[in-house]
């Protein structure tokens, strides 16, 4: 903890500019690799459902009484802070998918760096598809750059895609540094890459940048332990201010307002949640019958080939495949006789035909 808080001191005390740029990078990878020892592998088991959204905000938000709306959950609500000590879970039924909705425990200011309960609250964290950022519309905005620091610091990274750099380690021949090809390349010095990678005992390497990163992309690509999950700010409480204090918030990103006591917008949140989540329904066919509309296949937009249909169902099924009749906007015709590959879109009907 101590060394963590001396490198952020001496982070904080050293001016940005290009002289002090190498300095920089080499503190923030010591930095990384500090906390790296820091996040626990999580003690927490997989999703109950099809997906797994996480409430995260600072104590007395209004995590627990949202919770309690959507789901009818029980988790002990109180107007004093740290309520919640143990994770609560819920399941949400939304457009046929089950959602399990963890009320994480209040994270408090170093919770990256061990304190409180955080590392075990950031460490469920890291396992949600998406996270819900609560926020109080009563206390200051500096308050989603406090939870979106610690969150960065546990390698948790918000809305973000991973970076556009090459890197492979080799056995010889120094560091080979390619700039951005598709522009400029303004962070990131070949002195700089150096000094980065020299933290990590690294002297030989390809290093190729497909866009203008920065040395904390660098070393996000080098560490290999970042995960990039997709936020929604909700900012509960809206019943508790003015229209014009309501204006002023709605100019910020990802941002749905709600009333959690009030039971307002809150469809306007799981709708934001469902987008944000990007999953794709799927329904089975048996053959002869018709299709089973209520309990469909939810897979990530992403892992949505017939082969991870397959897989869902029974880990077996794909050795007897033989092809697949689809019904649905990725069909060019209906059926479509289609392979493992084929692509599958939402709510997609498919029939597995097994070899004989």
Request: aromatic residues 6%; glycine residues 8%.
């Given at each position: 903890?101590?060394?963590?808080?001396?490198?952020?001191?001496?982070?904080s005390r050293?001016?940005?500019?290009?002289?002090?740029?190498?300095?920089?990078?080499?503190?923030?990878?010591?930095?990384?690799k500090?906390?790296?020892d820091?996040?626990?592998?999580?003690?927490?088991?997989?999703?109950?459902?099809?997906?797994?959204?996480?409430?995260?905000?600072?104590?007395?938000?209004?995590?627990?009484?949202?919770?309690?709306?959507?789901?009818?959950?029980?988790?002990?609500?109180?107007?004093?802070?740290?309520?919640?000590?143990?994770?609560i879970?819920?399941?949400?039924?939304?457009?046929?998918?089950?959602?399990?909705?963890?009320?994480?425990?209040?994270?408090?200011?170093?919770?990256?760096?061990?304190?409180?309960?955080?590392?075990?609250?950031?460490?469920?964290?890291?396992?949600?598809?998406?996270?819900?950022?609560?926020?109080d519309?009563?206390?200051p905005?500096?308050?989603?750059?406090?939870?979106?620091?610690?969150?960065?610091?546990?390698g948790i990274?918000?809305?973000?895609e991973?970076?556009?750099?090459?890197?492979?380690?080799?056995?010889?021949?120094g560091?080979?540094?390619?700039?951005n090809n598709?522009?400029?390349t303004?962070?990131?010095?070949?002195?700089?890459?150096?000094s980065?990678?020299?933290?990590?005992?690294?002297?030989?390497?390809?290093?190729?940048?497909?866009?203008?990163?920065t040395?904390?992309?660098?070393?996000?690509?080098?560490?290999?332990?970042?995960?990039?999950?997709p936020?929604?700010?909700?900012?509960?409480?809206?019943?508790?201010?003015?229209v014009?204090?309501?204006?002023?918030?709605?100019?910020?990103?990802?941002?749905?307002?709600?009333?959690?006591?009030?039971?307002?917008?809150?469809?306007?949140?799981?709708?934001?949640?469902?987008?944000?989540?990007?999953?794709?329904?799927?329904y089975?066919?048996?053959r002869?019958?018709?299709?089973?509309?209520d309990d469909?296949?939810?897979?990530?937009?992403?892992?949505?080939?017939?082969?991870?249909?397959?897989?869902?169902l029974?880990?077996?099924?794909?050795?007897?495949?033989?092809?697949?009749l689809?019904?649905?906007?990725?069909?060019?015709?209906?059926?479509?006789?289609?392979?493992k590959?084929?692509?599958?879109?939402?709510?997609?009907?498919?029939q597995?035909?097994?070899?004989?």
């Open positions: 903890m101590e060394k963590i808080a001396a490198i952020e001191l001496e982070m050293t001016q940005k500019n290009k002289a002090t740029a190498t300095h920089l990078g080499s503190l923030k990878a010591k930095l990384a500090l906390r790296r820091l996040i626990e592998p999580s003690g927490s088991s997989g999703p109950t459902g099809d997906c797994r959204v996480g409430l995260v905000g600072f104590p007395s938000v209004g995590k627990s009484t949202l919770l309690n709306k959507l789901t009818g959950t029980f988790s002990e609500v109180a107007a004093y802070e740290f309520t919640t000590l143990t994770c879970p819920g399941v949400i039924r939304y457009r046929g998918a089950k959602i399990q909705l963890l009320d994480l425990p209040g994270i408090i200011e170093g919770a990256k760096d061990g304190k409180g309960r955080g590392r075990q609250v950031i460490s469920t964290a890291r396992t949600c598809n998406v996270i819900v950022i609560t926020l519309a009563l206390k905005l500096t308050h989603k750059k406090l939870i979106e620091h610690e969150l960065f610091g546990m990274r918000l809305n973000k991973p970076p556009k750099i090459t890197f492979n380690r080799k056995e010889k021949g560091i080979a540094y390619v700039p598709n522009g400029e303004t962070f990131l010095d070949e002195e700089t890459v150096k980065i990678l020299a933290e990590y005992k690294i002297h030989h390497a390809d290093v190729k940048l497909h866009e203008d990163a040395d904390e992309d660098l070393i996000d690509v080098i560490e290999g332990s970042r995960v990039y999950i936020a929604v700010y909700a900012i509960n409480k809206i019943d508790q201010i003015t014009e204090e309501l204006d002023i918030l709605s100019k910020m990103k990802h941002y749905v307002p709600i009333s959690a006591h009030k039971e307002w917008n809150l469809d306007g949140l799981l709708e934001t949640v469902w987008d944000y989540l990007d999953m794709v329904r799927v089975t066919k048996p002869g019958e018709t299709p089973d509309y469909p296949v939810v897979l990530p937009r992403k892992k949505a080939t017939v082969e991870d249909f397959c897989n869902r029974h880990k077996g099924i794909i050795k007897s495949f033989k092809t697949a689809v019904y649905g906007l990725s069909a060019k015709h209906r059926p479509q006789r289609v392979g590959e084929h692509v599958l879109e939402d709510e997609d009907v498919v597995i035909v097994k070899k004989a």
